[in-house]
């Protein structure tokens, strides 16, 4: 027989007192730290324990006591529910407070390497509509709140698994949806009416799409089953006034293709402000579209971003950083770091699109840019040549095959080394590369403080951190850049 668990506690009358990581807040009870989401310092709560470890537990407010004084009103109706913007109900004061102390944080507790003074954390230049591109899921199974799980309207409906509550009978009439994925529950979406990260006209887009699909009976995907035509949605739009539009399909049944270009022929008469309408039918497993065939529909295959008097293309698999105008900010900052005179050879790693080496290639003797996508790195060598810059060179591979002693004794020992790598951070071949290539100055550019802090450990002996300039490209999220500045402890190699 087996044994029962042993219920989890209710832990009355807590006062949240910190900003965690993750968009949490943190509690601590007797000699226990508990995290608790969509709570901000000063907040009186009763919570329930979900998750109960050794050292700490997970837990959920099921009554607010009393609300802290720094708390703001969420400008959001999906606030809550959607795990976007966490921090909707901090004010943005206090998130850059707490973004200021989470680079810190991890630099020392992570890296424990010697530090400056850090600068104050640029903050964005705006905090609402700053994105340039969003990405939505379509669903058979969208998500259902406990609200209409209890609301008994509708047809009978499954609820399933993993819903909002325990398993049961869902009256629910409508199940398609486009929106967000669910955080822990990777099959269902939450519908978005209105995300107010971008510029309004994405909304008006996705919500026609939405109810053209249902008024035409088009079938939304299924992830568990795998069938369904309409399956994701990216748009993006770019400083230049341009929008691109890529919907990705799943044709399973005869006509489906006509029946695709049918959505898209009446998004296009519908918003004559589309200038890059593409499809994919994608069979696979997953929503990435890195490895399929992007078909343009109408239109250009590109749109244009623009920085300084530089412009640069980009396609639907290129990346670009999704908050312009504080990019500039960031690159501005990388920039400044690398203290170019002209005379310098910089190596750009995980140069994407090529915008840093195009952005400091005019300050540079050359600059040589490294990325994984070939797509992308095509692009960087179409925008070395919109904007006349004759001094880069672009390879495309996994950094870690790519940059190896051959490449550096072919092309040169950098001067100077730009570096700004996935979440992941550096691959350890890639730190031992750039330890052996002894550059004068590394300019770290990081998405993930934390991983940043890991690779800075593994130079520390060779490389001291002379500046780091947290920057913030996403309000209302945990997330933050961040950038050191590393000089070599000594030029004599």
């Not at 004061?93 to 020392?108: C, D, F």
């Not at 490294?370 to 095509?378: F, G, K, L, N």
């Not at 100055?441 to 690779?455: F, G, M």
Request: with cysteine; net charge negative.
């Amino acid at each position: 027989m087996s044994r029962k668990k042993k219920p989890l506690p209710i832990l009355e009358n807590v006062t949240i007192t910190d900003v965690a990581a993750e968009g949490k807040s943190i509690a601590r009870v007797n000699d226990m730290v508990v995290f608790v989401p969509f709570t901000v310092p000063g907040d009186i709560v009763d919570l329930q324990v979900r998750k109960k470890k050794h050292s700490y537990c997970e837990a959920e407010v099921i009554r607010f006591i009393e609300y802290s004084k720094v708390r703001e009103t969420p400008m959001c109706a999906h606030f809550g529910i959607c795990g976007g913007c966490k921090w909707q109900n901090l004010p943005y004061s206090e998130q850059l407070k707490a973004k200021q102390k989470q680079v810190y944080n991890q630099l020392t507790r992570i890296g424990k390497v010697e530090l400056p003074e850090m600068r104050p954390i640029l903050g964005s230049v705006k905090t609402k509509e700053y994105r340039n591109k969003l990405e939505f899921g379509c669903s058979n199974k969208r998500w259902l709140t406990k609200e209409e799980i209890n609301s008994g309207n509708g047809d009978s409906v499954s609820c399933g698994d993993d819903c909002a509550i325990a398993p049961q009978k869902a009256p629910i009439s409508q199940r398609n949806a486009i929106g967000f994925h669910i955080t822990g529950a990777f099959d269902k979406i939450l519908p978005i009416e209105k995300c107010m990260l971008m510029d309004n006209l994405h909304n008006d887009i996705r919500n026609e799409i939405r109810d053209y699909a249902i008024a035409n009976g088009l079938t939304f995907f299924d992830l568990r089953e795998q069938h369904g035509l309409l399956r994701d949605i990216i748009i993006r739009n770019s400083n230049t006034g341009e929008w691109m539009v890529i919907v990705q399909f799943h044709f399973d049944n005869e006509g489906d293709e006509q029946r695709a270009k049918a959505l898209l022929e009446h998004i296009s008469a519908k918003f004559p402000q589309i200038t890059s309408l593409m499809y994919v039918d994608n069979q696979k497993c997953n929503d990435t579209i890195g490895d399929q065939d992007v078909i343009t529909f109408k239109g250009n295959d590109h749109i244009f971003e623009t920085m300084e008097d530089l412009k640069f293309k980009v396609g639907p698999k290129s990346f670009y950083q999704t908050n312009t105008e504080q990019a500039y900010h960031l690159y501005s900052v990388a920039r400044e770091f690398a203290g170019l005179t002209g005379n310098e050879l910089v190596y750009d790693l995980y140069t994407g699109t090529g915008t840093i080496a195009n952005f400091v290639a005019r300050n540079a003797r050359k600059v040589i840019g490294i990325e994984y996508v070939p797509e992308a790195i095509e692009d960087a060598k179409v925008n070395s040549g919109i904007n006349g810059i004759g001094n880069t060179l672009f390879y495309a591979g996994d950094m870690k095959d790519i940059l190896n002693d051959d490449f550096i004794a072919e092309h040169g020992r950098p001067d100077v080394i730009i570096t700004d790598p996935p979440r992941a951070g550096m691959h350890a071949d890639v730190v031992k590369t750039i330890l052996r290539a002894a550059p004068k100055r590394i300019v770290y550019v990081s998405c993930n403080p934390a991983t940043q802090a890991r690779d800075i450990a593994d130079l520390d002996a060779d490389y001291k951190v002379m500046e780091v300039q947290p920057v913030d490209m996403f309000p209302h999220t945990p997330h933050v850049e961040n950038v050191v500045l590393l000089e070599r402890r000594s030029y004599t190699i």
